[in-house]
């Protein structure tokens, strides 16, 4: 729901810009322009719509910023409807859009969202983890090397009982997994290059590859240290992700069931016409 929260965000931005209101009396006011006020509210909506740019200022700055960027925003806006600009025929069409915007927005919140309850929410993790069908992954460890006699001599030097970790920590190209002595940790289908994990889906848990690994990496000794089943996620770390399909389902059903009720008329020639 990202989307339209940016959506309502930027709209009460330009709401703000185009068409200052009065301040209420709790409103605290920041600016005045020409007697017009820029209130907490306003740059509260700003601060929202502005929050990539705002990120880059130290915190006690922000907000003189938004005010400042209001300001200015302000003033332009101003200019422009006393040259009439707001009185075009693109201006209005454009306007048109935006309000279909918010009202799309505030529709998804009031209708949609209010729909998806925690209970809804948690019965739609438990359908989907009870048909979910976990792939298994594999933990490897790996020592990397630039050439094939030296992949030789490092199976070699493990089959007379060689420490593989140690000598991974000595020997491995890989800066990422060298100082955990070439330990890959668990991973699943896809996350390798496929000649290595090809190799590694082969091996038992505790075996080592007899010969050297080729990869646009380079030469690979591979080392099996075990196999499960991906963990399920908990509820807490996918529920925004749960959340957002309800919400998409939700909506495109509501949006099904009105446009049965409408009347709608759609014109196939005019749209195929050149």
């Known amino acids: ?6 959506i309502v965000a930027t709209v009460a931005l330009l709401a703000g810009l185009v068409a200052p209101v009065a301040a209420l ?10 007697g017009q006020p820029i209130t907490d509210k306003d740059v509260a909506a700003a601060s929202t719509a502005l ?9 006690d700055a922000r907000k003189r910023a938004v005010v400042d960027r209001l300001i200015d925003m302000r003033v332009a806006a101003t200019a422009a409807t006393k040259a009439g ?4 025929d693109a201006f209005k069409a454009r306007m048109d859009q935006v309000r279909t915007q918010l009202l799309i927005a505030e529709f998804l919140k009031a209708k949609v969202e209010t729909a998806i309850t925690e209970e809804v929410i948690k019965a739609r993790y438990d359908k989907d983890v009870k048909a979910f069908d976990p792939p298994e992954e594999i933990q490897a460890r790996h020592i990397l090397v630039k050439t094939e006699d030296e992949a030789k001599k490092i199976i070699a030097d493990l089959a007379k009982g060689g420490d593989f970790a140690a000598i991974a920590k000595e020997k491995s190209e890989d800066p990422g997994s060298a100082t955990q002595g070439g330990d890959l940790g668990f991973f699943a289908p896809g996350d390798m290059v496929p000649e290595f994990e090809t190799a590694a889906k082969t091996l038992a848990v505790g075996e080592v590859t007899k010969a050297p690994v080729k990869s646009q990496f380079g030469w690979h000794v591979i080392k099996l240290e075990g196999k499960r089943k ?12 749960v959340k957002q399909a309800l919400v998409g389902e939700t909506f495109s059903k509501m949006l ?3 446009k049965k009720a409408a009347k709608i008329e759609v014109d196939e020639a005019a749209i195929k016409a050149k």
């Open 51 to 59: 929050a990539s740019q705002l990120a880059q200022l130290p915190e």
């Open 25 to 34: 009396a709790q409103d605290k006011v920041f600016a005045r322009i020409d």
């Open 1 to 6: 729901m990202n989307g339209h929260r940016r």
């Open 230 to 241: 991906q963990p399920v996620p908990a509820l807490a770390d996918v529920r925004d992700q």
């Open 256 to 258: 099904e069931d009105l």
């Open 85 to 88: 600009l707001d009185q075009s």
